[in-house]
C-alpha cells in the first residue's frame, strides 16, 4: 500500500527512482541488499512484517524482518553512505498515555509486532546515528491494499449496521499523503536539512475507530448513524493493541517541515479516489 504510493509521489516530484518487491529483493539477504543500495542516495523503507495478530505466534519470523532485515539494509546504507528513511509504527510505544507522544517519549511494546518493529528502530539509531530516520506511522489506510476504510466502505452494500470500537484512539492517515511527507523528508535529507532521528509520520487531530468509520460513510454520502459504537472486549483478539496511538510532530520544525494535515482533510481528499469510490459499486 504504502510502497506503490511512494513510487507514485516520487515520479510526482520528479524524481528518478525504482522500486523492489518482496519478490525481487529479500531485505535479510546482506548480499542482496548491499547490491541493491549501491548508487543510490535515499532508500525509503517500505518492507514490513505487518500481520500483528501472526506475529504473536511467529516473533521470531516478524523480527527477521522488520528487525534483522532492517538492520542489514541500515549496514548497508552506512557502507554505501545512502540516507535511510524506515517507516515505523506507534506499536513501539506502550500506549497508556493520555497526551501526544513526543518523539522522544519512552518505548515499550505490548506486543510481537511492535517489539519487532523497535528492533528495527534500534538497528537504524545504531547504524545510521546521522544519516538514519525512523518515519513511525499508525492507522494507515489508501488505494492499494487491505485497511480499515476500504473494508467500512466495502461492507456498506452488505451490511445495514455496522459495530465499530469506540475506545482506542489515534490518528487515522492516508498512504499518499504520507509517500509525500517521506518524499519531501529525503529532499531535506539529501539538502542537509533535515537530522537524523525519530519522526512522527501521522495526521493531525484524533479520533477513533468508531469515529473514523462514520466520517468515512458521511464523506461517502452514507448514513453515519448506521455505524454503532462497541469496546476492544468485543474483538478480542491474539495481540493486545495500544488504547492510545495519538503522536506528538513536534520534530518536523527541525526539518523545515509542516506537520501532516488533519485527519479529516486527508480523508475528505482520500476518498475521492476512484479505488474508493469503486467500493461503494459492489453488490
Given amino acids: 500500500m504504502l510502497g506503490r504510493d511512494v513510487l507514485a509521489a516520487l515520479r510526482e516530484a520528479g524524481i528518478r527512482a525504482g522500486g523492489l518487491g518482496r519478490a525481487d529483493l529479500d531485505i535479510t539477504d546482506p548480499v542482496a541488499v548491499r547490491a541493491a543500495v549501491e548508487g543510490v542516495a535515499v532508500v525509503v523503507n517500505c518492507a514490513a512484517w505487518t ?15 522488520n528487525g534483522t532485515g532492517v538492520r542489514v539494509l541500515a549496514g548497508a546504507c552506512a557502507e554505501a553512505g545512502a540516507r535511510l528513511l524506515h517507516v515505523s509504527t ?13 518523539e522522544s517519549a519512552p518505548t515499550g511494546p505490548v506486543n510481537a509486532y511492535g517489539r519487532s518493529k523497535l528492533a528495527g528502530e534500534r538497528a537504524v539509531a545504531e547504524l545510521l ?62 539538502d542537509g536539512r533535515a537530522p537524523g532521528g525519530v519522526y512522527h509520520g501521522t495526521a493531525g487531530g484524533r479520533t477513533t475507530w468508531f469515529g473514523l468509520a462514520r466520517e468515512a460513510y458521511r464523506l461517502a454520502g452514507l448514513d453515519p448513524e448506521r455505524i454503532r459504537p462497541t469496546d476492544s472486549a468485543a474483538f478480542a483478539r491474539p495481540a493486545a493493541r495500544p488504547a492510545f496511538s495519538v503522536l506528538g510532530h513536534g520534530r518536523w520544525a527541525q526539518a523545515g517541515l509542516e506537520p501532516l494535515a488533519d485527519w479529516r482533510v486527508q480523508l475528505a481528499e482520500a476518498i475521492t479516489r476512484p479505488a474508493f469510490a469503486d467500493l461503494l459499486k459492489l453488490p
Avoid: I
Wanted: net charge negative; proline share 7%; aromatic share 8%.
Fill in 51 to 65: 500481520d500483528v495478530d501472526g506475529a504473536e505466534s511467529a516473533e521470531e519470523a516478524a523480527t527477521a524482518v
Fill in 90 to 102: 506507534d506499536y513501539v510505544l506502550p500506549g497508556d498515555a493520555s497526551q501526544p507522544y513526543p
Fill in 129 to 190: 546515528p546521522k544519516d538514519g530516520y525512523v518515519v513511525r506511522t499508525a492507522w494507515l489506510y489508501g488505494e492499494h491494499g487491505p485497511n480499515f476504510v476500504a473494508t467500512m466502505l466495502g461492507l456498506a452494500a452488505r451490511r445495514d449496521t455496522l459495530d465499530v470500537v469506540d475506545d482506542q484512539h489515534g490518528q487515522p492517515t492516508w498512504s499518499y499523503a504520507l509517500a509525500r511527507r517521506l518524499v519531501e523528508l529525503g529532499s531535506a535529507a539529501l
